[in-house]
């Protein structure tokens, strides 16, 4: 149970797919006009995630390495069609405002990292939870876009806008905030006045109609990773550990410490002592290696000094038989 909290954690927020690993960009810019659109996107997203890094995981000592990725890729579009076959029967609305993209989640990027770098290597527990928390990070981050574009876009909260209230169009959720808190017919003078102030801010709100265009997308993400680096630099400002906010990957897994990173499958001691021991070994070998090449050397030598010895003796005894 430690290990699906970690591996949820770590999708939600160490290694979310948008605002960490910057990966699923193309949904991410293109349908997130909406909240709604976002969490359909991205729910959509999760389901095929968690059953392929789950399907991946349970014969992955079946697929060959050479064809593993057609393989991931036939085992994700199966899974792509009938999420799309379920969403334009019983969500045709939501299937028809999605249209292409629920296609293309097939060569998500998301999808086949975590199959290669994750569900392919581990057992299929973990790989399920690794996808379902992939998955809700990468619906988190699409929903909160999504969010920010309507609200300020189209003065809306998934689709929901209140009446003509103070001039203008204003979410549903304020609309229950000023109508409950600063009750137009209250006594009190003090809520009155700050009634004529909500009044007077909101009537010279209208929607930026530019956040629900395409630059809108590029606007809102970049202005959320900008308040995320800003939080971890404040973070890193007051002495804190902000290492798993952007963390990302160094490609270093020698020196890693990242105990939650996919491709890292054996803790760093166990790597140092590992490659410790094989040196060990490696040295000890040569060493003996060395000796006996010496021992060899050394009783050539020997046994070629006692023949240059013998010949000597051989030809001395001659030249005293001539004389």
Known sequence: MKSAFERLYNGIIKENPTFVLMLGMCPTLAVTTSAMNGLGMGLSTMVVLALSNLLISALRKIIPDKVRIPSYIVIVASLVTVVGLLMEAYLPGMYASLGIYIDLIVVNCIILGRAESYASKNKMWPSLFDGIGMGLGFTLALTLIGMVR?????????????????GTTIPVLLVELVNKVFNP???????????????????????????????????????????????KAAGEAKGKDMSKIQSGCSSDCLHCAESGCAKRLVEPEKVSKDSAKK???????????????????????????????????????????EE
């Open 150 to 166: 309507e609200f300020f876009g189209s003065a809306s909260i998934f689709g929901l806008t209140g009446p003509k209230v103070y």
């Open 185 to 231: 017919a209250s006594p009190s003078g003090f809520v009155r006045g700050l009634n004529e102030f909500f009044a007077g801010e909101f009537g010279s709100f209208s929607p930026i109609g530019i956040l629900v265009m395409a630059p809108g997308a590029f606007f809102v993400l970049a202005i959320l990773t900008a308040i995320q680096n800003a939080i």
């Open 279 to 321: 040196t060990e070994e490696t040295k000890e070998k040569k060493e003996t290696t060395e000796t006996k090449e010496t021992e060899d050397v050394a009783e050539t030598l020997k046994f070629s000094k006692a023949e240059v010895e013998e010949a000597l003796q051989a030809v001395s005894n001659t030249g005293k038989e």
